[in-house]
């Protein structure tokens, strides 16, 4: 992760975005339970806030970066007998089939270039009727600026992309909806059953 992505995911004023913003925008009124897993977790906040929202939730926070591993295990620490933190490609989940009732992603796809493996994986990894909920940046002009010089490999989502792949990979009730001026785009989706 880059490390003003790095320094911006770890603020507190991150964290309080996270849980009055974000949060309830991502969830759309969904109250998930059980076990629920993070991929491309950075820092781990949007498991800690969904963690202190919902306290028969179990999560596992994953990223690929192993700074931002460590930073999400110092995260976690309060919620240690229902939270972790690990180590894992999203691309290459390491969780049996329908492991979780819940999987988030928020603004990761874009950080890996076959985003396809790892949405296709966080259907995987879902019990059938699981949900899938997340977020990510639109290719547009304003986010190809913001990501500007940075050395990893970004892949920005194409309007209708996300829908495609969704459908593509046999997932039910698909809702993908444009915000924040068409620069991010919203969705959900189940695990067929």
């Given at each position: 992760m880059p490390a003003v992505?790095?320094?911006l995911t770890t603020s507190p004023p991150y964290r309080l975005i996270a849980r009055r913003v974000l949060l309830p925008w991502v969830l759309q009124g969904e109250?998930?339970?059980g076990d629920g897993l993070e991929i491309g977790a950075g820092s781990g906040a949007m498991t800690a806030q969904l963690l202190t929202a919902f306290p028969g939730l179990r999560m596992v926070a994953t990223d690929?970066?192993?700074?931002?591993?460590a930073a999400a295990q110092y995260m976690l620490a309060p919620f240690a007998d229902r939270a972790s933190a690990q180590r894992a490609d999203a691309a290459?989940?390491?969780?049996?089939d329908g492991r979780f009732g819940f999987v988030l992603s928020?603004?990761?796809l874009h950080h890996v270039v076959a985003w396809e493996e790892?949405?296709?994986e966080a259907i995987r990894v879902l019990r059938p009727g699981g949900l899938l909920l997340g977020y990510d940046l639109l290719d547009t002009g304003p986010v190809r600026l913001?990501?500007?010089g940075e050395r990893h490999d970004t892949r920005l989502l194409q309007p209708g992309e996300l829908e495609g792949e969704l459908a593509r990979l046999h997932a039910a009730n698909i809702r993908v909806r444009p915000g924040i001026g068409s620069l991010v785009i919203r969705f959900a989706a189940c695990k067929a059953t």
């Open positions: 992505a790095r320094a109250h998930p339970s690929f970066d192993a700074a931002m591993v290459d989940l390491p969780f049996d928020a603004a990761m790892a949405l296709a913001l990501h500007f």
